[in-house]
C-alpha cells in the first residue's frame, strides 16, 4: 500500500487524475492538498469524498508550515503536483499570483519534500514553455528544446521546471517531470476554450474567437494525461522529463465549428475579438520518449474526445453554472 499525495487535487485535472488513481490502485491512500483557488472545487470529487482511503486538505502549497505538517503525519510515497495558476488570460490581469504559486508554491513544495527524504516527487508542467511555433513549421518540442516562455503564465511554469531541475542536480531530489499538451475533458473550468464555447452555447451567447483563429493547439485527453503521470510515477527514471503529446491538432476555428455542428447553430454563433497579449501561434510536442521508454500512447481520439466532452457538458449544467461568477477576465476587451 502506498500514499500518494496530490496538490491541486481539486482542479481539473487533479480530479481526474485523484479518481483515476483510486479506481486503479485498490489499496493506495491519495491526500488531496489543494488551496481552493476560484478554479478549486471540492464538488468534482463528491463522489469519492466518503472513500476511506481518500483524504481532503485545505491548504496553500506555498504554506511551508501547512505543506511540513502534512508531509510529517501522512509520510506519502509520492508527491504529485498538479497545484498551479493555470489560465494564460488571467496571468495577463494578476502575474503576481501565477509567480507565487507556480515558482514559490513549487519551490516550497520541493524544499519540504527535500526535508522529510520524500521519495518520489512528479511535477507537471506545460508545453507553453517553450514558447511556440510557426503554423507551417515542421518542428516539434522535444523535451531538451530550449525555453522561451513568452506570456506570465508560461514563464511561472518555466521557472517551476527550472526548480525542480535544481533541487535533482543540486540535492538529488527523486524528481521527474512531464510536460503536457493542452488538456479536455469533464471538470475543466468554464475559463478554458472548449468548455467556455460549449457554456456560451447553451445559453444561446457567441463564442469569442481571438482574430487569429487559424492558431493551432494539440489536444490531449484529460484521461490519456493521467494514465501518462501513472507510467511515469511506477516506471519514469529519476532527473528525467518526458513530454505527454497526443500528435492531434485543431485550429480554434474548428473548435467553433465542432460546437456549432454539435449544437446546431449557424456561424452567427462567432464573434472575432483581438488576440490576447503573447498570443501563442501552436505548440505541438514530439512524445517519442514516453512511447518508446514506458510504453505510453493516447487511446482516445480526438473525435470521440469532443463528443464525450461535449456531452458531459451539456449534463451537468447544474456543475458549471455556478462557475461563471468566478470568471473575471473579458475576453473581448484587452485594453
Known amino acids: 500500500m502506498s500514499t500518494i499525495l496530490v496538490t491541486g487535487g481539486c482542479g481539473f485535472i487533479g480530479t481526474n487524475f485523484i479518481r483515476h488513481w483510486l479506481n486503479n490502485h485498490s489499496e493506495d491512500r491519495v491526500i488531496n ?21 481518500y483524504t481532503f486538505i485545505h491548504a496553500d502549497i506555498a504554506d511551508m508550515n501547512s505543506v511540513i505538517t502534512t508531509l510529517e503525519k501522512h509520510k506519502p510515497d509520492v508527491i504529485v503536483n498538479f497545484a498551479a495558476e493555470s489560465h494564460n488570460s488571467r496571468a495577463i490581469v494578476d502575474p503576481g499570483s501565477f509567480f507565487r504559486t507556480n515558482v ?19 511535477h507537471i508542467s506545460t ?27 508560461n514563464a511561472s511554469k518555466a521557472g517551476a521546471d527550472h526548480a525542480v531541475r535544481a533541487y535533482v542536480e543540486t540535492f538529488k531530489l527523486p524528481a521527474t517531470i512531464s510536460i503536457c499538451a493542452n488538456n479536455y475533458g469533464p471538470y475543466q473550468f468554464p475559463e478554458k476554450l472548449i468548455p467556455h464555447f460549449c457554456t456560451r452555447l447553451m445559453r444561446g451567447e457567441k463564442m469569442p474567437l481571438y482574430k487569429s483563429s487559424c492558431n493551432r493547439r494539440e489536444w490531449l485527453h484529460v484521461l490519456d494525461h493521467c494514465r501518462a503521470v501513472e507510467k511515469i510515477i511506477t516506471a519514469g527514471q529519476i532527473g528525467e522529463t518526458y513530454n505527454i503529446g497526443s500528435e492531434t491538432e485543431m485550429d480554434i476555428e474548428e473548435v467553433a465549428d465542432r460546437l456549432l455542428t454539435a449544437f446546431g447553430f449557424d456561424d452567427s454563433y462567432k464573434e472575432y475579438v483581438p488576440d490576447r497579449p503573447g498570443h501563442d501561434r501552436r505548440y505541438l510536442l514530439d512524445n517519442i520518449k514516453i512511447c518508446r521508454e514506458l510504453g505510453w500512447e493516447a487511446t482516445i481520439g480526438l473525435d470521440e474526445g469532443f ?29
Open 307 to 335: 463528443a464525450d466532452t461535449v456531452a458531459w457538458y451539456r449534463s451537468n449544467e447544474q456543475w458549471w453554472a455556478p462557475l461563471l461568477e468566478k470568471m473575471v477576465v473579458n475576453e473581448s476587451n484587452w485594453k
Open 127 to 153: 508545453c507553453e514553455v517553450f514558447g511556440d511555433l510557426a503554423l507551417d513549421s515542421t518542428d516539434k518540442f522535444q523535451e531538451d528544446y530550449p525555453y522561451r516562455p513568452r506570456t506570465p503564465y
Open 104 to 122: 514559490l508554491g513549487t519551490q516550497t513544495l520541493l524544499e519540504a519534500a527535500r526535508q522529510a527524504k520524500t521519495p518520489r516527487f512528479h
Open 33 to 53: 492538498f489543494d488551496s481552493l483557488t476560484y478554479a478549486g472545487n471540492l464538488e468534482n470529487l463528491s463522489d469519492v469524498a466518503d472513500n476511506p482511503r
